[in-house]
């Protein structure tokens, strides 16, 4: 009665914490057992044995943006579908079916609304950039061609 | 209430013993309890993600018509030892432009991800560590600090290389994440729950009451949410972010010796962690093809093996697709994902919920057999 009844995110600490003392514990061995013989030239970053020019934080394509907040949308509409999922079967067997499938199906279709709006704007495309670009510098060619 | 091992095992004579013994207090019982239990997890999980290293290069092996690794041990069954050994022995180089907090904290996100998982996989009705009330919420949360892992170890790294394997690891393995999650969506909508036991339970009795065969979205969603897995944990034919053609080695470029042992042990543990998963949801679980009403302890061992034997299966598969096909074009993966498994995964969760009203929950077996 009394242990049974302990929280059930304790095990999921207690994983945590069992990875942490296997990584610390992992990197200590590897402290004490291996040799520490660091130079300059070790210690570069590795660009194929040339000496690397400038630092890799730079400006970033992006695209790894839009993906990003596509995902975000995505993500909070799926997080927020669970709980209407798990109860679900229940309202069915209540005789609410038709009822929560159409509350369920009004969530989804904004959800594939945004998917076609992301997939219309050309957002799901990985290279679109450059064919825009490149199409239009045909574009303008055959045009001063033509004239 | 979440049932947890401790519960589990309070059902036994000895536990009374115990309890005695420790008297008043039960909060230190049942730690010692988790702790213990956690011990034996992380200690199967280490063994079978080393072992899941060897798997890989005998298996890789065989399908080249190599010999593979042969020398330590018999069959070369120690040869992740020696790695192990070998690892902690090498310096640990770190770049001198890098961010040492997170160049540290990278590859343990992984692995305090990865560890987090093993917590709800439910190996069998008693030994899971604990059966979560939000299991699966639970599990596609708590996996996406893998992701972070391995975005903030390209990221830390300050080498083009790392960046770039880092950033494509980043976009690839949350774009992933939406077919996956769609997919274990539809099966929450067909079981009606989010705690693995029930799921599992549901599925109690021969092949036919499996999930995936519970209705013909389900068998779809079982092949999105297998092949998105293999993309969230960077597998090939999807290991953009490694691809060792391209990237020399991608987000871990920059790693070595023991930190980069983590990144591999958390990846090989996740696969298994995956392919547990994915024969938890759909292919029946731990449970036996036939009716047991007794729960004595031979029987959990029996279960612990039926899932282990599952999960070790598809883990088979996941590296024999490895040596099978080639690895994609990073443009190709993106649109593989958002062009045709999203729209599938959302078109299947609508097939799944008209089922459910129209069929009023009956597999189709069930309709079949009327």
């Known amino acids: 009665m009394t242990s049974t009844q302990i929280d059930g995110l304790m095990p999921v600490v207690i994983m945590m914490i069992a990875a942490v003392v296997l990584f610390v514990g992992g990197h200590f061995a590897s402290v004490l057992l291996s040799p520490k013989k660091p130079t300059l030239q070790k210690n570069t970053p590795y660009e194929c044995g040339e000496v690397p020019v400038g630092t890799a934080w730079s400006a970033f394509n992006v695209r790894f943006y839009v993906v990003g907040l596509i995902f975000i949308i995505f993500d909070v509409e799926s997080v927020l579908m669970f709980p209407v999922a798990t109860v679900f079967n229940q309202l069915v067997k209540e005789g609410n079916g038709i009822f929560i499938l159409v509350e369920f199906l009004v969530f989804i279709v904004i959800l594939i609304t945004g998917i076609v709006y992301c997939w219309k704007k050309g957002d799901l495309d990985w290279v679109r950039s450059y064919q825009v670009s490149s199409q239009k510098q045909v574009a303008s060619k055959a045009k001063k061609v033509s004239a | ?370």
């Open chain 2, 1 to 370: 209430m979440n049932q947890t091992i401790v519960s589990y095992l309070a059902q036994y004579e000895f536990f009374d013993f115990l309890i005695k013994i420790f008297g008043e207090n039960s909060l230190l019982l049942t730690t010692l309890i988790f702790a213990i239990a956690a011990g034996v997890f992380v200690a199967v999980a280490a063994t079978i993600g080393g072992l899941g290293t060897y798997a890989e290069r005998k298996i890789s092996a065989d399908i080249q018509m190599r010999l593979g690794p042969n020398r330590v041990g018999p069959y070369g069954l120690l040869q992740f030892l020696a790695d192990g050994v070998k690892m902690i022995t090498k310096e640990d180089v770190m770049p001198n432009s890098a961010d040492k907090f997170l160049f540290y904290l990278a590859p343990m996100l992984c692995l305090v991800g990865v560890f987090a998982t093993l917590a709800v996989l439910p190996i069998s009705s008693g030994f899971t560590l604990v059966d979560l009330n939000v299991g699966v919420f639970y599990l596609i949360a708590i996996s996406s600090l893998v992701g972070l892992g391995v975005f903030l170890g390209g990221y830390a790294s300050n080498s083009k290389w790392s960046m770039l394997g880092g950033m494509r690891g980043a976009s690839q393995i949350i774009s992933y994440e939406i077919p996956v999650t769609l997919s274990v969506l539809a099966i929450t909508l067909t079981a009606g729950s989010m705690s693995f036991g029930n799921i599992v339970s549901q599925q109690e009795g021969f092949i036919t009451n499996w999930f995936i065969f519970h209705n013909p979205f389900s068998f779809l969603a079982f092949f999105i949410y297998f092949v998105g897995a293999m993309a969230e944990t960077n597998r090939a034919p999807f290991d953009l972010p490694e691809a060792e053609s391209e990237l020399v080695s991608g987000y871990h470029t920059e790693y070595t010796g023991m930190r980069f042992g983590f990144f591999a042990l958390a990846e090989y543990i996740e696969v298994f962690v995956v392919s547990g998963v994915a024969a938890a949801l759909f292919l029946g679980g731990y449970n036996l093809p036939v009716h047991v009403s007794i729960d004595i302890l031979p029987i959990q061992f029996i279960q612990v093996t039926i899932l282990v034997g599952k999960a070790l299966a598809l883990y088979y598969v996941i590296i024999w697709v490895r040596w099978t096909f080639p690895r994609l074009r990073v443009d190709h993966l993106m649109s593989i994902c958002w062009k045709y498994l999203t729209p599938i995964a959302i078109f299947n969760l609508i097939g799944s919920a008209i089922w459910m009203v129209a069929f009023r929950g009956q597999s189709i077996v069930q309709i079949l057999g009327h």
